[in-house]
């Protein structure tokens, strides 16, 4: 339900590109053109300026997407609760998830939501936590999971798991590293960290913080942009990787990896759901109600 002309302008607003918005929906460059016209003239007024191959907002654009954003997610409230009615959940949920939670934890959590909603349409999202906060502020996904220690203000946080952050080096390592080392000792090993943006750094440099030890001085061989990156680099060099433990499971059962005990320093964190203040999705409700029911079970 809704018309689909906001949604064509919406998308192709967002990415400031009509040949974006043909690939995010689905449908022919010249559909989106027609529908972007069509639009034009029912309000007698542009709403992009063209120049060369780029595109940008009018004042009218600007006007139209603020009022568009308000009226699309009003739809998709409208065509929950309706269903709601009949004890049906029905509609479009778009999630994002930062890559530790994408990887690791939403696949069984996924598999079990659509085996029970099979009539909501899911889509994922994958990027860094602050990537994730980027999108739910742009409306560009009803629902974040993210990682870390960092909040903004105009969104809102509910914890839905613990985490643990954990040192890791290759069994066979060269390097004269044992079980445990204290926090010093991390200035004199080569590391291999998660870039910045991502949770598990924020909450590696936070701990670094309280031995006054800043990430600067640290002997950083790579920031890689996933854990799996992370546990492929350490396979094949002598260095300390930071990744969750949650992340490493088959790699100790097989001994490919150890755990080091960083003393005195503990990496705990949480896993939480972000949405924007005032604006909860209603299926976005439903996924966190059994999200956490899941976990719990586990």
Excluded: W
């Excluded at 004269?176 to 926090?183: A, D, L, M």
């Excluded at 996924?287 to 029911?293: D, K, N, R």
């Amino acid at each position: 339900m809704g018309d689909f002309r906001l949604k064509v302008f919406q998308s192709v607003a967002k990415n400031l590109s009509f040949t974006k918005a043909s690939q995010e929906l689905f449908i022919s460059q010249p559909a989106i053109t027609k529908h972007v016209q069509e639009l034009e003239t029912a309000y007698q007024t542009r709403l992009f300026d063209r120049q060369g191959s780029k595109i940008s907002l009018t004042e009218s654009g600007k006007l139209l997407l603020e009022h568009c954003e308000r009226i699309l997610e009003d739809y998709k409230r409208l065509e929950y609760e309706m269903h709601l009615l009949h004890n049906e959940y029905t509609g479009e949920l778009k999630l994002g998830a930062s890559t530790t939670i994408a990887q690791y934890v939403l696949p069984a959590m996924l598999g079990g939501f659509i085996g029970k909603f099979p009539e909501v349409s899911l889509s994922l999202m994958n990027g860094n936590s602050r990537e994730i906060e980027v999108a739910l502020q742009e409306h560009r996904i009803d629902l974040g999971l993210v990682e870390g220690v960092f909040r903004l203000p105009n969104l809102k946080y509910t914890t839905f798991l613990e985490d643990e952050l954990v040192a890791v080096i290759r069994t066979n390592s060269k390097l004269p590293v044992g079980e445990e080392i204290t926090p010093e000792e991390l200035l004199d090993l080569p590391l291999v960290l998660r870039e910045r943006g991502s949770g598990t750094l924020d909450v590696f440099e936070r701990a670094l913080q309280q031995h006054n030890i800043k990430l600067s001085s640290l002997k950083v061989l790579m920031y890689l942009g996933s854990t799996e990156s992370i546990k492929l680099f350490l396979e094949h060099t002598d260095s300390l990787g930071i990744v969750s433990v949650r992340s490493i499971g088959r790699e100790l059962y097989s001994g490919q990896l150890r755990v080091v005990e960083i003393k005195s320093m503990p990496m705990q964190r949480e896993f939480s759901f972000a949405q924007p203040q005032g604006q909860e999705s209603g299926l976005a409700q439903v996924f966190m109600q059994f999200a956490i029911h899941h976990n719990h079970k586990l």
